[in-house]
C-alpha cells in the first residue's frame, strides 16, 4: 500500500510541476503592448471635448454618409423605421421634431437625453456602423455628428463640427443629469 501512495504521489507532483517545466519562469502568453499598440485603442472623448482627433464635418457632408452608412438601420433621415434592409428589427431613430415634457424610456432621444455633443461623437466612432464598427474616418464621424446634430435642431446646418467647436454645442439636458457618484465623477 506503501508503493501505491508513493506513485500517487509521485504522478500528482508530475502533474503540477509539469507546467513549470514546459513554461519556465512564467505562462509566456505573449509580449508587451508597446504605447504604438495601444494608440488606435485609446479612443475615448471626454465631455469637454478632451480626446478629440483632428477633422472636421459638416451636415451637408454627413447627409450622403448617413445615407449609405445608418438609413438602413436608423430610417431615411434618422427618423426611425420598423425594420432594416435585413428585416431585423430597426435601430431606434436619431431625429426626432416631437418636443417632449419628462424623459422616460420611451421617449429618449439624442436631443433631449444626452448631456454633451461629445458623447454623439464618441459613440458613433466607436461602435457605428454596428455591422462595421471603427470604420469611419475621424472626419465622416465629425459630419454625422453634424448631421444628425443638425437634423434635430441643435446646430445651425452650415456650421462646421471640429474639436473646437463640438464641445460648445449646449445640449438640452445638459444641465438635467444627477451624478449618481459625485466623488467619482472628474470635474468639469
Avoid at 69 to 78: E, S, T
Avoid at 128 to 148: C, E, F, H
Avoid at 153 to 170: E, S
Wanted: hydrophobic fraction near 40%.
Amino acid at each position: 500500500m506503501r508503493m501505491h501512495s508513493a506513485v500517487l504521489v509521485s504522478a500528482l507532483l508530475s502533474l503540477t510541476l509539469a507546467p513549470v517545466v514546459v513554461f519556465g519562469a512564467g505562462p509566456n502568453l505573449g509580449k508587451s503592448i508597446s504605447p504604438a499598440d495601444l494608440a488606435p485603442w485609446d479612443i475615448d472623448t471626454e465631455p469637454s471635448g478632451a480626446g478629440l482627433p483632428a477633422g472636421s464635418g459638416t451636415s451637408d457632408q454627413g447627409a450622403a454618409i448617413f445615407a449609405d452608412n445608418c438609413a438602413a438601420c436608423h430610417g431615411d433621415g434618422g427618423r426611425g423605421a420598423t425594420t432594416t434592409t435585413s428585416g431585423a428589427p430597426a435601430a431606434p431613430p436619431v431625429v426626432s421634431d416631437v418636443k417632449r415634457n419628462g424623459i422616460d424610456d420611451t421617449t429618449l432621444s439624442i436631443a433631449n437625453y444626452w448631456p454633451y455633443a461629445t458623447t454623439l461623437f464618441d459613440y458613433i466612432k466607436r461602435a457605428m456602423p454596428w455591422t462595421s464598427p471603427r470604420t469611419l474616418t475621424d472626419d465622416q464621424v465629425y459630419a454625422l455628428t453634424a448631421y444628425i446634430l443638425a437634423q434635430n435642431k441643435l446646430i445651425d446646418a452650415k456650421q462646421v463640427i471640429n474639436a473646437q467647436t463640438l464641445p460648445a454645442v449646449q445640449m438640452p439636458n445638459r444641465n438635467g443629469f444627477i451624478v449618481r457618484f459625485p466623488e467619482r465623477t472628474p470635474h468639469q
